[in-house]
């Protein structure tokens, strides 16, 4: 099964909760999965911003503990996770197009630094920005 960032995951048939046992995503966060989604399209159309905990807790109007929970609960991360997630997705599709330069590509995703956005996608992905665009490369010329 994929979540909402497209990322493949083993979905559990039913969660224990106590004494009785729910389908998971449901019982109080099965209703925030339309706001979660209008969130992660919100957070695709920003990619320059860096949005905190709080601010989409805010624009999701629940308390910043509630929505890490449903974040959890729903989609299966944290909201740091959803936040790089989506960050990162979008910095990779930026870099399989060989006319943007690591630099812009950098800009793009809302980094200062060329260096601090190439040490942040080595720890996202575990390969450098550049050694990430060669692997691509390679992969659409076989």
């Known amino acids: 099964m994929k979540n909402i960032l497209n990322v493949e995951y083993e979905k559990p048939d039913r ?6 046992t729910r389908e998971p995503g ?3 966060m099965g209703q925030h ?10 957070l695709r159309n920003n990619p320059a911003h860096f949005f905190t905990r709080d601010d989409l807790a805010e624009k999701a109007d629940m308390s910043p503990a509630h929505f890490s929970r ?5 989609l299966g991360l944290s909201p740091r996770q959803l936040m790089a997630g989506v960050k990162k997705n979008h910095a990779c599709n930026l870099l399989r197009r060989p006319q943007l330069s690591v630099k812009q590509v950098s800009v793009e995703c809302g980094f200062d630094s ?4 190439s040490a942040w ?9 550049s050694a990430f ?4 490369s390679e992969l659409m010329n076989q």
Do not use: D
């Not at 449903?70 to 729903?74: R, Y």
């Open 70 to 74: 449903a974040c959890k609960s729903v």
């Open 121 to 129: 996608f080595k720890n996202q992905t575990g390969q450098s920005p």
């Open 15 to 20: 969660m224990e909760a106590g004494n009785h």
């Open 33 to 42: 999965a339309a706001v979660l989604a209008q969130l992660v399209e919100h």
């Open 114 to 117: 060329q260096n601090h956005f």
């Open 26 to 28: 449901l019982g109080g």
């Open 133 to 136: 665009r060669k692997s691509v």
